[in-house]
């Protein structure tokens, strides 16, 4: 590894963790020597890299500090750019051209020598899937799930059956070949998840459900996990 990229490398290591690293730790997830690490970390802090800490007690790295955009490495461009191409392939129109968009930035951004990371990945998610066309305009419903704002759902179960549903959205979920929008329904007072190929048609709210996102969220997510759509 190259002394620039593992410069780069020791700050995301300490920017992934709260509690001070030791240089044995920092050494043993870079596969280097405890030496190299000690010298690695002062010349950061000589650069001015608000680490703080000492051999022996380990060290930190302070909040607010930022690196300059598109600081990458190949394996973080190769997970990007994967999942790019699965998002492109699954995702909405909105998304897959946003997705399209974000792969051509990089390219453009990056350093030449990493330029093929993007450009000729080594991995490749499946371009298109045979999916149930959406009866949701899932870009408006992403939006009501961020504002934390209901949405009224016409709907038909498995069986045909129509019903209508007051709903607080929380999170859009990918299967093989359908989406699904896990919401608290008011009719069930319950969780719920609705097919977006059976929606017929839906009416976006500016009313905020009465929870904060971030409780309802960890509540469903305690519940249950994605699974066969529980639409009853």
Same mark, same amino acid.
């Given at each position: 590894m190259r002394r620039a990229d593992r410069l780069f490398q020791i700050i995301q290591v300490l920017r992934r963790t709260r509690k001070p690293l030791t240089a044995d730790a920092i050494a043993a997830e870079l596969e280097t020597s405890k030496r190299t690490i000690y010298r690695d970390i002062a010349t950061l802090m000589g650069q001015r890299v608000p680490i703080r800490g000492e051999a022996g007690m380990g060290y930190i790295l302070e909040k607010g500090f930022d690196l300059p955009p598109l600081m990458l490495t190949p394996d973080e461009i190769e997970a990007a750019v994967l999942g790019a191409q699965w998002v492109a392939g699954h995702a909405d129109s909105?998304?897959?051209?946003?997705?399209?968009?974000?792969?051509?930035?990089?390219?453009?951004?990056?350093?030449?020598?990493?330029?093929?990371?993007?450009? #000729?990945?080594?991995?490749?998610?499946?371009?298109?899937?045979?999916? !149930?066309?959406? &009866? @949701?305009?899932? +870009?408006?419903?992403?939006?009501?799930?961020?504002?934390?704002?209901?949405?009224?759902?016409?709907?038909?179960?498995?069986?045909?059956?129509?019903? #209508?549903?007051?709903?607080?959205?929380?999170?859009?979920?990918?299967? !093989?070949?359908? &989406? @699904?929008?896990? +919401?608290?329904?008011e009719l069930r007072s319950d969780f719920r998840s609705f097919r977006t190929d059976r929606v017929v048609d839906a009416t976006y709210l500016d009313d905020k459900y009465p929870e904060r996102r971030d409780v309802l969220r960890a509540r469903w997510r305690q519940s249950l996990v994605w699974g066969p759509p529980k639409d009853t």
């Open positions: 909105t998304l897959a051209r946003a997705a399209e968009d974000l792969m051509a930035k990089i390219a453009d951004t990056v350093p030449e020598r990493l330029r093929p990371f993007v450009l #000729e990945p080594a991995s490749r998610a499946r371009p298109s899937w045979n999916r !149930e066309p959406d &009866r @949701l305009d899932m +870009a408006r419903t992403r939006s009501q799930i961020h504002e934390g704002k209901k949405i009224m759902l016409r709907y038909r179960d498995e069986q045909g059956r129509p019903s #209508e549903r007051m709903i607080w959205p929380i999170s859009v979920g990918y299967l !093989e070949a359908v &989406r @699904l929008l896990a +919401a608290w329904c």
